[in-house]
């Protein structure tokens, strides 16, 4: 089983409409089966081409696979300052509940592509 630091990622008697469930800042957490999630929030996180894409589309990809009644709470935590959700838990725990959501494994997103570098690049189109 995946395991994040500081996160409780162990599931205890998952209600059948919960794909999983996990535990942060002493409550616990339940994520929608695949059945209940939209395709079109989980694509745009899973097919997210680089970190900085897959960053902008956290918020919504928990809202979409949280529990409805949870979703915002967990966005609010998200936000706060004293928040124990860095970045590095974040991205295990994405992983984690996709893993379990979609019931498959997971692939990094790469890191964003280097700019042209001070490369100058000429057209030979007329």
Do not use: N
């Not at 897959?54 to 966005?75: H, N, Y």
């Amino acid at each position: 089983m995946s395991t994040v630091p500081e996160l409780d990622l162990d599931a205890i008697e998952v209600p059948s409409e919960v794909a999983c469930q996990f535990r942060l800042g002493g409550r616990h957490w339940h994520c929608r089966t695949a059945g209940a999630v939209p395709f079109d929030t989980v694509a745009r996180l899973v097919g997210a081409k680089d970190d900085a894409q897959a960053i902008v589309q956290v918020e919504p990809f928990f809202r979409a696979v949280l529990v409805p009644e949870e979703g915002e709470d967990f966005c609010a935590l998200l936000h706060a300052e004293d928040s124990p959700l860095t970045l590095e838990r974040i991205q295990a725990l994405v992983e984690y509940v996709s893993e379990h959501v979609l019931a498959r494994p997971t692939e990094r997103p790469k890191r964003s592509a280097p700019g042209s570098q001070g490369k100058r690049t000429t057209s030979t189109a007329a």
